[in-house]
């Protein structure tokens, strides 16, 4: 991918996760993720979904499994031909195909089901980045214990809090 593309570091109680995110593949999701970076908005935040071999998911919660208020919807753009490989980032959402909004999700392992492709639902999860440094940190994220939360399965039983999100 274009150097030109943007990246952003994802500091955690864990560690830092760094991340090149495709504007060129996914403008309209990329332009949302960085207007929520831009306005610190998931700087306290943390990842409350924890699925080993799965993904881990974050960006909407504050810790004690406190929804964030966000902004609207987008489009989904999962037609852009990115895979949902480990290590790469996309867009978390509801049944709803453009429901997604802040919520993003780092995959563990090679999640070809969530690509458009293979998808049940026809549509898929968008790609929109992928780490470049820091999987170390996501596999230690990956391991930790988890339990229920608020109503939630999969939540870490201690918070993983990601303090900051900047541009790098």
Do not use: W
């Not at 959402?93 to 909004?101: F, L, N, Q, V, W």
Request: with cysteine; net charge neutral; glycine share 12%.
């Amino acid at each position: 991918m274009s150097t030109a593309n943007t990246h952003v570091v994802i500091e955690t109680s864990q560690g830092t996760i760094e991340v090149e995110l495709f504007a060129d593949k996914a403008p309209i999701t990329v332009a949302n993720i960085l207007s929520y970076v831009d306005d610190g908005f998931y700087d306290g935040t943390i990842f409350h979904r924890v699925i080993k071999d799965f993904m881990i998911q974050g960006g909407g919660f504050e810790p004690g499994m406190k929804q964030k208020k966000t902004k609207g919807t987008i489009k989904n753009e999962s037609t852009n031909g990115l895979e949902n490989k480990r290590g790469t980032l996309a867009m978390a959402r509801t049944p709803a195909p453009d429901s997604a909004s802040c919520q993003f999700f780092i995959n563990t392992v090679d999640n070809g089901f969530l690509d458009r492709a293979q998808a049940a639902d026809g549509v898929g999860y968008c790609v929109f980045g992928k780490v470049t440094s820091g999987m170390e940190v996501v596999d230690k994220i990956r391991a930790v214990a988890t339990g229920n939360a608020g109503g939630h399965g999969n939540v870490p039983t201690t918070d993983v809090v990601i303090t900051s999100v900047k541009r790098k």
